[in-house]
């Protein structure tokens, strides 16, 4: 099994910042890419991606605002949230594309999904 969990969501007022983390854990033999997304009633957005290397791709609403990174040794992807505005008010959820060996030898990749962490930009 494999478990995606989020933490450091929270209540911040504009101009603030947040850090939030994804870890995964269970039995698995690597990662490939890492993703955060957000969501809002109707909407799912992905908003930056992270590959096994460590290369980042934003979207233009986070870019030069949000910094994705990762700690391969932990599992973890980060987020790094800073200049928050009210619109990035959103359900914060990580996916990560997990690869488990099969009986055969060879490695099955699949995405998993966080359950997501509330982020709420407000004064």
Same mark, same amino acid.
Request: proline share 3%; glycine share 12%.
């Given at each position: 099994?494999?478990?995606?969990?989020?933490s450091?969501?929270?209540?911040?007022?504009?101009? @603030?910042?947040?850090?939030?983390?994804?870890? $995964?854990? !269970?039995? %698995?033999?690597?990662?490939r &890419?890492?993703?955060?997304?957000?969501?809002?009633?109707?909407?799912?957005?992905?908003?930056?991606?992270?590959?096994?290397? @460590?290369?980042?791709?934003?979207?233009?609403? $986070?870019? !030069?605002? %949000?910094?994705?990174?990762? &700690?391969?040794?932990?599992?973890?992807?980060?987020l790094?949230?800073?200049?928050?505005?009210?619109?990035?008010?959103?359900?914060?959820?990580?996916?990560a594309?997990?690869?488990?060996?099969?009986?055969?030898?060879?490695?099955?990749?699949?995405?998993?999904?966080?359950?997501?962490t509330?982020?709420?930009?407000?004064?």
């Amino acid at each position: 099994q494999v478990q995606v969990v989020e933490s450091g969501g929270g209540l911040v007022q504009p101009g @603030g910042s947040l850090r939030l983390s994804c870890v $995964v854990s !269970g039995t %698995f033999v690597d990662i490939r &890419d890492m993703r955060w997304y957000r969501e809002t009633p109707g909407q799912r957005d992905l908003i930056a991606s992270i590959s096994r290397r @460590g290369v980042p791709n934003y979207a233009d609403s $986070v870019k !030069g605002r %949000f910094t994705i990174s990762r &700690d391969n040794a932990k599992n973890t992807v980060y987020l790094q949230m800073n200049s928050l505005k009210p619109e990035d008010t959103a359900v914060y959820s990580c996916k990560a594309d997990v690869g488990r060996r099969e009986f055969t030898g060879g490695t099955t990749y699949t995405f998993y999904w966080g359950q997501g962490t509330q982020v709420t930009v407000s004064s």
